[in-house]
Antibody
Framework: EVQLVESGGGLVKPGGSLRLSCAASGFTFSSYSMNWVRQAPGKGLEWVSS????????YYADSVKGRFTISRDNAKNSLYLQMNSLRAEDTAVYYC?????????????WGRGTLVTVSS | DIQMTQSPSSLSASVGDRVTITCRAS??????LNWYQQKPGKAPKLLIYAASSLQSGVPSRFSGSGSGTDFTLTISSLQPEDFATYYCQQSYSTSTFGQGTRLEIK
């Protein structure tokens, strides 16, 4: 089955760190650019970061630049998001998402998401 | 940054109605515009990409049009399963989503 499964969410204090993982299966992970998209409770979608298939190109939203790091391990079919210096406004469900083609930033496959709560 | 503005923010309609949602970009994005549907507690689902291309498996009652700064998503005949929130997204420069349009049953 073609799927993405996120893990690693939880409750963390402001200023803390968390590492999210996304396990891909059912498709050739190494051929696709991947992204993280988040959604604060009751709010809309916000693109967070993207990484190309070979990790050559990496982009971040201004809201997380310098605090979050995206990476991938194609041998393990896994995508990661290292989140440091977390703030209350980072509280959200974090989705990993596959790009439909190239660097299209068109997301055709999504995981179910993992909830990150930043609170003291 | 490119800003995306959807209208209306919410909409009430009946089964069988024709519905149009509008999305406007703060600058020209050519046809780099996608539409997603999201139901409560679920991940978004890609409906339309590149402004007017129907994603595989999506019913043909969904259609998209536009280029430059103005885009529309049209549902030709609403079905019960279409009541959800819809988002536009620009993919011209990194990515930005619209604020969403909640489609409710009248």
């Amino acid at each position: 089955e073609v799927q993405l499964v996120e893990s690693g969410g939880g409750l963390v204090k402001p200023g803390g760190s968390l590492r999210l993982s996304c396990a891909a299966s059912g498709f050739t992970f190494s051929s696709y650019s991947m992204n993280w998209v988040r959604q604060a409770p009751g709010k809309g979608l916000e693109w967070v970061s993207s990484i190309s298939s070979s990790s050559s190109y990496i982009y971040y939203a201004d809201s997380v630049k310098g605090r979050f790091t995206i990476s991938r391990d194609n041998a393990k079919n896994s995508l990661y998001l290292q989140m440091n210096s977390l703030r209350a406004e980072d509280t959200a469900v974090y989705y990993c998402a596959r790009e439909l083609y190239g660097d299209s930033r068109t997301f055709d496959l999504w995981g179910r998401g993992t909830l990150v709560t930043v609170s003291s | 940054d490119i800003q995306m503005t959807q209208s209306p923010s919410s909409l009430s309609a009946s089964v069988g109605d024709r519905v149009t949602i509008t999305c406007r970009a703060s600058q020209s994005i050519s046809s780099y515009l996608n539409w997603y549907q999201q139901k409560p507690g679920k991940a978004p689902k890609l409906l339309i990409y590149a402004a007017s291309s129907l994603q595989s498996g999506v019913p043909s009652r969904f259609s998209g049009s536009g280029s430059g700064t103005d885009f529309t998503l049209t549902i030709s005949s609403l079905q019960p399963e279409d009541f959800a929130t819809y988002y536009c997204q620009q993919s011209y420069s990194t990515s930005t989503f619209g604020q969403g349009t909640r489609l409710e049953i009248k």
